[in-house]
């Protein structure tokens, strides 16, 4: 049975001040990601429909506070808590030093992946994925 934990994970992207490792596992992304600045993503959406990200996640807040917004509700997401965002939502807040477990069907997480990536590079933020992504 596949396994991952944030030590094994191969997979590396940085993008600003994101930084994830992930594994893929049987088609779906297990992704253990640290925001090491506080961040509104809105505008790396930009380009998406309706500029939502479009994937859907599971996860759990191992750390901190993020804030998406599902619908035009907010949702906050706390420290010990699981969480599920689907499809049409937009991360209007991560505070600094927030750390997350989730997990996303890989081919919709990586088409999101490759809009964020691009918009980051245009707003002049650093962007490092692994080589399969580029």
Avoid at 5 to 22: H, K, L, N, W, Y
Avoid at 50 to 69: F, K, L, N
Avoid at 99 to 122: C, Q
Wanted: hydrophobic share 35%; net charge negative.
């Amino acid at each position: 049975m596949p396994k991952v934990s944030r030590e094994s994970a191969t997979q590396i992207e940085e993008v600003g001040p994101v930084r994830d490792r992930f594994e893929v596992l049987h088609g779906y992304s297990v992704n253990f990601t640290i925001f090491d600045e506080d961040i509104d993503a809105t505008p790396l959406l930009e380009g998406l429909p309706q500029d939502e990200c479009q994937c859907p996640h599971w996860g759990y807040v191992i750390e901190g506070r993020m804030i998406v917004s599902v619908g035009g509700v907010d949702e906050v997401y706390e420290t010990g808590e699981a969480f599920y965002t689907p499809p049409g939502h937009v991360p209007i807040h991560h505070q600094a030093h927030t750390k997350v477990v989730m997990f996303s069907p890989e081919d919709e997480l990586r088409r999101t992946g490759d809009a964020v990536a691009e918009n980051a590079e245009t707003q002049g933020l650093r962007v490092q994925r692994p080589p399969q992504f580029l």
